[in-house]
C-alpha cells in the first residue's frame, strides 16, 4: 500500500494581475514544510504536479530543501488533471446571469478588488452554482468534467506508484477537495465547501493499492503552527 501526500501550493499572489505566482510567503510556506518531511523522516519515492506555476514552484522549493541537505528528491511529472478549476473563466461566465436577479450581488461585485469579504461572497454563489450542474455552459469545463480530470490524473498515479511507496502530489484545493469528496461519497456542494478550508501547503493523505484508494487525514496543518508564526496559516 502506498501513500499518496495531496500537498496544497503554499500562498499565491492574490490580488495580484499574475496570481499564479508563489507569493513570498507562499515560498516560505514551502519551506517549514519541506522541514517538516525532512525532520519527521518523510522521503518520497516518486513525485507529481500540475502544471501551474504555483504548484510547480511549491514542488521545485521542496525539491530545492531536500537537496541542500543532501537528501535526493524524485524527478516530478506534470498531470493536467492535478491543475486547479478556471476560477475566473467560472465566474466570468456565470456572474453576469445571475446578477440580474440579485442587487446584493452586483453591490460586492463593485466592492471588489478592495473588499475581500465581497470577493468571498461572489466566489461563493457563483461556485455553488458550477459544482450544482443547474448551470451549463459549453464554453467551461463542468464540476463532473473537472472531477473526472481529477480522478484520471490519480488513477494513473494509482497504477504506476500504487504499492509500498511515498508519492508527493503538488496541487491545489479544489483537486483534494473534489478527490477527498468523490473517496468518501459527499455531494459536490459539500466538497466545494470543504475545499474552501484547505490551507496553503496543508497536507492531505490517501492509502492506495493499485485498485482502491482511501482518506487517511486531512488538511493537516501542524507544520505551520509549530513554525511559532501564527501568519504562517494562510487559505487564500
Not at 78 to 91: A, F, Q
Not at 130 to 147: A, C, K, L, N, P
Not at 186 to 202: F, G, K, L
Request: proline share 3%; glycine share 8%; aromatic share 10%.
Amino acid at each position: 500500500m502506498s501513500t499518496l501526500y495531496f500537498i496544497r501550493h503554499g500562498q499565491a499572489s492574490f490580488g495580484e494581475e499574475n496570481y499564479d505566482r508563489l507569493s513570498e510567503q507562499g515560498i516560505q510556506q514551502s519551506r517549514v514544510l519541506a522541514g517538516y518531511f525532512i525532520d519527521t523522516g518523510i522521503y518520497f519515492d516518486a513525485a507529481y504536479s500540475g502544471t501551474l506555476e504555483r504548484q510547480r514552484k511549491t514542488a521545485a522549493v521542496v525539491a530545492e530543501s531536500f537537496s541542500r541537505q543532501g537528501i535526493s528528491f524524485p524527478e516530478v511529472m506534470e498531470l493536467d488533471g492535478l491543475n486547479e478549476h478556471n476560477t475566473r473563466e467560472i465566474l466570468e461566465s456565470i456572474i453576469p446571469q445571475i446578477a440580474e436577479n440579485d442587487p446584493a450581488l452586483v453591490k460586492d461585485m463593485e466592492a471588489i478588488p478592495g473588499d475581500r469579504a465581497a470577493f468571498q461572497r461572489v466566489f461563493e454563489k457563483a461556485m455553488l452554482l458550477w459544482v450544482s450542474g443547474e448551470y451549463d455552459d459549453r464554453d467551461i469545463t463542468s464540476y463532473s468534467g473537472f472531477r473526472s480530470g481529477i480522478s484520471g490524473a490519480v488513477r494513473r498515479i494509482m497504477k504506476a506508484d500504487g504499492r509500498g511507496k511515498n508519492v508527493a502530489v503538488f496541487t491545489s484545493g479544489g483537486p483534494i477537495a473534489a478527490f477527498a469528496g468523490e473517496t468518501l461519497n459527499i455531494p459536490p456542494e459539500s466538497a466545494i465547501r470543504v475545499e474552501w478550508q484547505i490551507a496553503n501547503a496543508s497536507v492531505t493523505r490517501f492509502k492506495c493499492t493499485r485498485e482502491a484508494v482511501m482518506l487517511s487525514s486531512f488538511n493537516e496543518i501542524s507544520h505551520m503552527e509549530l513554525s511559532g508564526d501564527r501568519c504562517r496559516v494562510t487559505y487564500r
